[in-house]
T-cell receptor, first 115, second 116 residues
């Protein structure tokens, strides 16, 4: 079974609008970490935001926020005020102690910001 | 120099060649990782090193041989590769789990490998 599921292969958003990228995860361990990364066409994986399973508040980093719904096992990324430079692949990832601290990545969502 | 660096950025090799990929991190981390990213497939974790000791080997073929001489350097030695090994190879580093706190991985720019 997939540990990380990203159901949106591609998304479009108008510049200056907000967009939500979906991510669901699967683990039976109560202690885990969730991450979002951005990968521009250059290939480098850029860390955006982290959410720990015990964190009481949703994580925020500038224009990025994570909508963490633990009961639903979802960790959606919200990008506010989209910019043209936000066009990239976005990956959700999880560190899962249930499987020896393996890191799992989703298949990614390609985001295109339209001027 | 800062962050995680990888060399070379691009590599073309024949199936009988031997080459090595190099990764260096300047973040003071103690864990380093090799990933393979093929087109239209999720990122695949290949190897994990914690404090220079290999802690994960995800059933990677023996034609890939990692080496971690110290916490700052990681190599991936390549030998008799197959065309299906063509991919982007990403190196990452993080704090070790033993250090506590989030193990956020920071990635290098990757090496685009083409096996002919």
């Amino acid at each position: 079974a997939q540990k990380i599921t990203q159901t949106q292969p591609g998304m479009f958003v108008q510049e200056k609008e907000a967009v939500t990228l979906d991510c669901t995860y699967d683990t039976s361990d109560p202690s885990y970490g969730l991450f979002w990364y951005k990968q521009p066409s250059s290939g480098e994986m850029i860390f955006l935001i982290y959410q720990g399973s015990y964190d009481q508040q949703n994580a925020t980093e500038g224009r990025y926020s994570l909508n963490f719904q633990k009961a639903r096992k979802s960790a959606n990324l919200v990008i506010s005020a989209s910019q043209l430079g936000d066009s990239a692949m976005y990956f959700c990832a999880m560190r899962d102690p249930d499987t020896g601290n393996q890191f799992y990545f989703g298949t990614g969502t390609s985001l295109t910001v339209i001027p | 120099e800062t962050g995680v660096t990888q060399t070379p950025r691009h590599l073309v090799m024949g199936m009988t060649n031997k080459k090595s990929l190099k990764c260096e991190q300047h973040l003071g981390h103690n864990a380093m990782y090799w990933y393979k990213q093929s087109a239209k497939k999720p990122l695949e974790l290949m190897f994990v090193y914690n404090f220079k000791e290999q802690t994960e080997n995800n059933s990677v073929p023996s034609r890939f041989s990692p080496e971690c001489p110290n916490s700052s350097h990681l190599f991936l030695h390549l030998h008799t590769l197959q065309p299906e090994d063509s991919a982007l190879y990403l190196c990452a580093s993080s704090r070790s789990r033993l250090a506590g706190g989030p193990e956020t991985q920071y990635f290098g720019p990757g090496t685009r490998l083409l096996v002919l």
